[in-house]
């Protein structure tokens, strides 16, 4: 089982960035998706969440409006378009796929958001 991140780097404050997460090893179409994002001294805290067939979302308060969560299930595949970043969304981005009988969680992706 394997969820890996990729698409994090350096961005300048009102810049974009795409996060994609690869999911193997298991069903992922059966499975919400999630991302994550821990901050330096922060608690972890939900960004955003897809429901296994797609369509349904939910944003955390802090990104709503500027980030979209979105699934692609043949390429098992879930994404995050991070658009208007702001020095505040610097953190390492995790991806977690959960059902009612599994937890999975990715190594995080570093994003930073500094002029």
């Known amino acids: 089982v394997r969820l890996v991140e990729s698409g994090g780097g350096l961005v300048q404050p009102g810049g974009s960035l795409r996060l994609s997460c690869a999911a193997s090893g298991f069903t992922f179409s059966r499975f919400v998706a999630r991302w994550y994002r821990q901050a330096p001294g922060k608690e972890r805290e939900l960004v955003a969440d897809i429901i296994s067939a797609g369509g349904r979302t939910n944003y955390g308060d802090s990104v709503k409006g500027r980030f ?3 699934r692609d299930n043949a390429k098992n595949t879930v994404y995050l378009q991070m658009n208007s970043l702001k020095p505040e969304d610097t953190a390492v981005y995790y991806c977690n ?4 009988y599994y937890d999975y969680w990715g190594r995080g992706t570093q994003v930073t958001v500094s002029s």
């Open 68 to 70: 979209t969560i979105s």
């Open 97 to 100: 796929a959960q059902n009612s």
